[in-house]
């Protein structure tokens, strides 16, 4: 059973920091891509950082966040700073394979930037 479970999210204040992880179980991790998305009402999801199986990283905003990922540990993180109002969202694990096409999502997480 393929499962991602996301950590970490919560209420920060502009200019703060969060690290959001997931921790993916059920497929052969190594072999996929993962990547972080967000989305907030009424807009469509969209890409926030990926990082390749070979360790190669796309970000839409490369200043303030990056991705790695722990191959042994099943993990993917994502190291967010300076935080504003504009980054509040629901974050999403997702771990892909180009090959097969195949794709997962995890549940989702809360992040709020507020003073």
């Known amino acids: 059973q393929v499962q991602l479970v996301e950590s970490g999210g919560g209420l920060v204040q502009p200019g703060g920091s969060l690290r959001l992880s997931c921790e993916a179980s059920g497929f052969i991790f190594s072999n996929y891509q993962m990547g972080w998305y967000r989305q907030t009402p009424g807009k469509e999801r969209e890409l926030v950082a990926i990082i390749t199986s070979a360790g190669v990283t796309k970000y839409a905003d490369s200043r303030r966040f990056t991705i790695s990922r722990d191959n042994a540990k099943n993990t993917v993180l994502l190291q967010m700073d300076n935080l504003g109002p504009e980054d509040t969202a629901v974050y999403y694990c997702?771990?892909?394979?180009?090959?097969?096409?195949?794709?997962?999502w995890g549940q989702g997480i809360q992040v709020t930037v507020s003073s």
């Open positions: 997702n771990a892909h394979r180009v090959i097969t096409m195949d794709s997962f």
